[in-house]
């Protein structure tokens, strides 16, 4: 089946700056840095990446906002509902971008199915947009992003990999690879689809392997039709407004429980919350919440005095609008009939204590702590609110190089601690510019106040040169693993010369 991009570009700053004419510039900031810029700024030279000093002093006229991804989505919600109402199977791939089956026979053809899709978007004031059909979902986004402002541009069956052969290794937008791509000699699709698929999985793994089979012209994903739910939100109106957050819990009680009343009514859960919480007729206060398995009316009520008591608002609350963001069948989340009833209790039990507790000390007082991609230890460690959805900075999956091997440490330092490591001699144990160590460790001590200890063994070193390009960020590292002749192993790390621990194998 072949594939319709929908794509609008720039749709961040779009999003965060509705009333800003077309032709002045703007940008939409994340981390000081410019996240996405419309092209009136790219002109001026503004460009992606840049530090917002820089982006001003390139464009001293540019307006800037900050990046709000719930305002970009519930945005790009318009434009999915416009779509739909030509061809129910959209997949939102994120804000601004859509794909969905190309409706050919139904309009007599792949182009005109693309300009009638067109003309819908053109009608919702989206006036550049930008569509592209291929046989997969990759080269069908990579033709949109070729397209001309409110055109197709229309890849023929059975020749997405010719057309994707002379782009370059940037479309792939995986920062690491390409990177590394690039310092090989592979500037473009072509010459990674050259390479062998044993040999690319080898050395970059599977998320190397994915991005093979992309540059071959051969997408494994799916498109995946969304769900749209239907109209189940909860509106609690309070006429006077009240200041008060627990007074508006108080009043919220009834809504809550009749909106999750609606949801089981239809077979569903609410796994993803959005409360919006209105002052004068003006939604001055919204967030999206998360939760590990779904909300109850109880959940609901806590999500929404939480939010008020973390938020300044500029008067009084009117109302308060519950929206179910993402929903779920419950029989994906319902205890199995033999066998676990005793660990879902208990897992219940815990997090009703665990919502106790942020009752007491505040929503963010409750971590939850995951695994996210990185060579360092404290690097992978991630910590997210309880009842969050985590969001990984860096994937676990794509490759690390210089990252040290499995098992991970069960102890890592929040901070770490200065070691020593010397050699026949006492010589201190270094590493050069190659990787090669200057003598063998022979003793050791994990901290400086400790006896010094014997080595047992040694592995290592797992030499790291870390944002090189940033003089100011910059660190070139080596990793060792270090046992003792007591039996305790610890991962340590020497810089310019200096050891420290950083972890502690149990």
């Given at each position: 089946?072949?594939?319709?991009?929908?794509?609008?570009?720039?749709?961040?700053?779009?999003?965060?700056?509705?009333?800003?004419?077309?032709?002045?510039?703007?940008?939409?900031?994340?981390?000081?840095q410019?996240?996405?810029?419309?092209?009136?700024?790219?002109?001026?030279?503004v460009?992606?990446?840049?530090?917002?000093?820089?982006?001003?002093?390139?464009?001293?006229?540019?307006?800037?906002?900050?990046?709000?991804?719930?305002?970009?989505?519930?945005?790009f919600?318009?434009?999915?509902?416009?779509?739909?109402?030509?061809?129910?199977?959209?997949?939102?791939?994120?804000?601004?971008?859509?794909?969905?089956p190309?409706?050919?026979?139904?309009y007599?053809?792949?182009?005109?199915?693309?300009?009638?899709v067109?003309?819908?978007?053109?009608?919702?004031?989206?006036?550049?947009?930008?569509?592209?059909?291929a046989?997969?979902?990759?080269?069908?986004?990579?033709?949109?992003?070729?397209?001309?402002?409110?055109?197709?541009?229309?890849?023929?069956?059975?020749?997405?990999a010719?057309?994707?052969?002379?782009?370059?290794?940037?479309?792939l937008?995986?920062?690491?690879?390409?990177s590394?791509?690039?310092?090989?000699?592979?500037?473009?699709?072509?010459?990674?689809?050259?390479l062998?698929?044993?040999?690319?999985?080898?050395?970059?793994?599977?998320?190397?392997?994915?991005?093979?089979?992309?540059?071959s012209?051969?997408?494994?994903?799916?498109?995946?039709?969304?769900?749209?739910?239907?109209?189940?939100?909860?509106?609690?109106?309070?006429?006077?407004?009240?200041?008060?957050?627990?007074?508006?819990?108080?009043?919220?009680?009834?809504?809550?429980?009749?909106f999750?009343?609606?949801?089981?009514?239809?077979?569903?859960?609410?796994?993803?919350?959005?409360i919006?919480?209105?002052v004068?007729g003006?939604v001055?206060?919204t967030?999206?919440?998360?939760?590990?398995?779904?909300?109850?009316?109880?959940?609901?009520?806590?999500?929404?005095?939480w939010?008020?008591?973390?938020?300044?608002?500029?008067?009084?609350?009117?109302?308060?609008?519950?929206?179910?963001?993402?929903?779920?069948?419950?029989?994906?989340?319902?205890?199995?009939?033999?066998g676990?009833?005793?660990?879902?209790?208990?897992d219940?039990?815990?997090?009703?204590?665990?919502a106790?507790?942020?009752?007491?000390?505040?929503?963010?007082?409750?971590?939850?702590?995951?695994?996210q991609?990185?060579?360092?230890?404290?690097?992978?460690?991630?910590?997210?609110?309880?009842g969050?959805q985590?969001?990984?900075?860096?994937a676990?999956?794509?490759?690390?190089?210089?990252?040290?091997?499995?098992?991970?440490?069960?102890?890592?330092?929040?901070?770490?601690?200065?070691?020593?490591?010397?050699?026949?001699?006492?010589r201190?144990?270094?590493?050069?510019?190659?990787?090669a160590?200057?003598?063998?460790?022979?003793?050791?001590?994990?901290?400086?106040?400790?006896?010094w200890?014997?080595?047992?063994?040694?592995?290592?070193?797992?030499?790291?040169?870390?944002?090189?390009?940033?003089?100011?960020?910059?660190?070139?590292?080596?990793?060792?693993?270090?046992?003792?002749?007591d039996?305790?192993a610890?991962?340590?790390?020497?810089?310019?010369?200096?050891?420290?621990?950083?972890?502690?194998?149990?």
């Open positions: 089946m072949r594939t319709l991009v929908v794509w609008c570009p720039d749709w961040p700053v779009r999003a965060a700056l509705p009333d800003l004419p077309r032709d002045e510039p703007g940008a939409v900031l994340e981390g000081g410019v996240l996405a810029c419309n092209h009136a700024a790219r002109v001026e030279g460009r992606r990446g840049m530090r917002r000093r820089d982006a001003q002093a390139r464009c001293p006229e540019l307006h800037l906002a900050d990046h709000r991804p719930d305002v970009e989505a519930r945005s919600e318009e434009v999915l509902l416009g779509v739909e109402e030509l061809s129910p199977a959209v997949t939102p791939l994120r804000p601004g971008l859509c794909a969905l190309v409706p050919a026979r139904f007599g053809g792949e182009e005109q199915a693309a300009a009638v067109a003309e819908r978007v053109v009608s919702l004031a989206v006036w550049d947009v930008r569509l592209g059909v046989d997969t979902l990759f080269a069908a986004e990579q033709a949109a992003r070729r397209a001309a402002p409110q055109d197709v541009h229309v890849v023929e069956p059975g020749t997405d010719a057309f994707l052969a002379p782009l370059p290794v940037e479309v937008e995986s920062p690491d690879v390409v590394l791509l690039r310092r090989m000699g592979l500037t473009t699709l072509a010459h990674l689809a050259a062998r698929p044993s040999d690319v999985h080898t050395r970059f793994g599977a998320h190397g392997g994915l991005l093979h089979r992309l540059a012209g051969q997408d494994p994903r799916l498109l995946a039709r969304r769900d749209v739910p239907p109209e189940l939100s909860g509106v609690l109106a309070l006429e006077p407004p009240v200041s008060s957050s627990e007074t508006v819990a108080f009043s919220l009680r009834s809504v809550a429980e009749r999750v009343a609606r949801l089981a009514e239809r077979g569903v859960v609410c796994t993803a919350l959005g919006e919480v209105e004068d003006v001055a206060s967030r999206r919440w998360a939760h590990p398995r779904w909300f109850g009316a109880v959940d609901v009520v806590n999500r929404v005095r939010q008020l008591q973390g938020t300044v608002l500029p008067g009084p609350v009117g109302g308060v609008r519950l929206v179910p963001e993402t929903v779920a069948p419950v029989g994906e989340h319902a205890p199995v009939l033999f676990a009833g005793t660990r879902a209790a208990d219940e039990r815990v997090e009703r204590g665990i106790r507790v942020q009752g007491l000390v505040g929503h963010d007082g409750v971590l939850a702590a995951q695994v991609g990185g060579r360092a230890p404290a690097a992978r460690r991630l910590l997210t609110t309880w969050e985590a969001q990984p900075a860096r676990v999956g794509a490759p690390w190089p210089g990252s040290v091997p499995p098992p991970a440490p069960a102890t890592v330092y929040a901070a770490p601690r200065p070691a020593q490591v010397v050699g026949p001699g006492d201190v144990v270094g590493v050069d510019g190659r990787g160590i200057s003598c063998e460790p022979v003793r050791f001590r994990a901290t400086g106040d400790e006896q200890r014997p080595v047992a063994s040694w592995a290592g070193p797992w030499p790291v040169d870390e944002l090189w390009w940033d003089e100011a960020a910059a660190r070139r590292v080596a990793r060792f693993q270090v046992v003792g002749v039996g305790t610890w991962l340590m790390v020497v810089e310019n010369g200096t050891w420290w621990t950083e972890a502690r194998y149990d």
